[in-house]
């Protein structure tokens, strides 16, 4: 299969070299001249350029850009498509993407590889990085079954796990888990660098381990990326928040009125209920 790729950062990169490995012939689309140049000398591609014309004899395309550039460059492509190229894209915001996207073009599926790490840009790019991972396909009624079941066997010779839902299910789930600790990570940094006695601040950022490491980790990340999360996903993201703060008063008044029983309790709870995430 001829399959394009446009975006050669880290998960544009990997899925060029995962599909390439599984036989794939793979065109990639950057910005860059030099971006395109490392992925062909990395074996991320068979062939790269700047021009996004380049994709018209493929089967299937990934749009691996930030989220706000999806329909956009869609847009672009379809004047150079075939009727039955399939589009895909992989942002982690579903709703508004597949809402778009599904207007610009017929053959359309909504995908969401959750995979990643900390680094950014082609020089980033792994193996096996979908290996065990989760692959969400986001259909609607419109969505073309072949298409659908295409992407999926695609999700599965990179070793992923394949969800299928729609888009609001996928978008309120990711909020929970995903979108949610990003803004939670990024306010424990905020009120830790908020300390105003130095010499505390000075300690902490001394003594900070594992725990600190582990719960800060996402909200020290591509703000870039916060900011489409919060920009895209706003309303189940809200309601993320509103849970969670709820949640954290409960806790705030369990301590201020020192009902340490209840707060064992909660804990309790917490620790039996952690397992089914991981």
């Known amino acids: 299969m ?22 794939h012939i793979v065109y990639g689309v950057s910005r860059k001249e030099t971006t395109c140049q490392k992925a062909i000398e990395k074996g991320v591609v068979d062939d790269a350029s700047i021009n996004i014309n380049f994709l018209s004899t493929v089967d299937i395309i990934f749009i691996c850009t930030p ?123 905020a009120a830790c660098v908020a300390e105003k006695d130095k010499t505390i601040l000075q300690l902490a950022q001394k003594l900070a381990s594992s725990g600190f490491k582990d719960t800060s980790r996402v909200g020290g990340g591509n703000p870039e990326l916060g900011v489409m999360m919060a920009q895209y996903n706003k309303t189940a993201l809200l309601q993320a928040l509103r849970g969670y703060r709820q949640q954290l008063e409960e806790i705030t008044e369990y301590i201020n009125n020192e009902q340490w029983d209840a707060l064992e309790k909660l804990l309790m709870i917490t620790q039996e209920k952690r397992s089914p995430f991981i």
């Open 2 to 23: 001829k399959i394009g790729i446009i975006g050669l950062g880290l998960i544009g990169g990997s899925l060029g070299l995962d599909l390439r490995n599984c036989g």
């Open 67 to 189: 989220i706000g550039l999806i329909s956009q460059t869609l847009q672009q492509l379809t004047s150079y498509l075939k009727p039955e190229v399939i589009i895909t894209d992989v942002g982690s915001v579903k709703t508004p993407i597949v809402r778009e996207c599904e207007i610009l073009w017929h053959n359309f599926v909504g995908g969401h590889p959750m995979a990643g790490t900390a680094e950014q840009g082609i020089e980033a790019a792994q193996t096996n990085l979908f290996k065990n991972a989760p692959y969400v396909v986001t259909p609607t009624e419109k969505t073309p079954k072949q298409s659908i079941k295409i992407l999926e066997d695609l999700a599965k010779s990179l070793g992923s796990k394949i969800y299928t839902c729609s888009p609001e299910i996928h978008d309120q789930a990711v909020a929970w888990i995903s979108h949610l600790p990003v803004m939670i990570s990024a306010s424990l940094i």
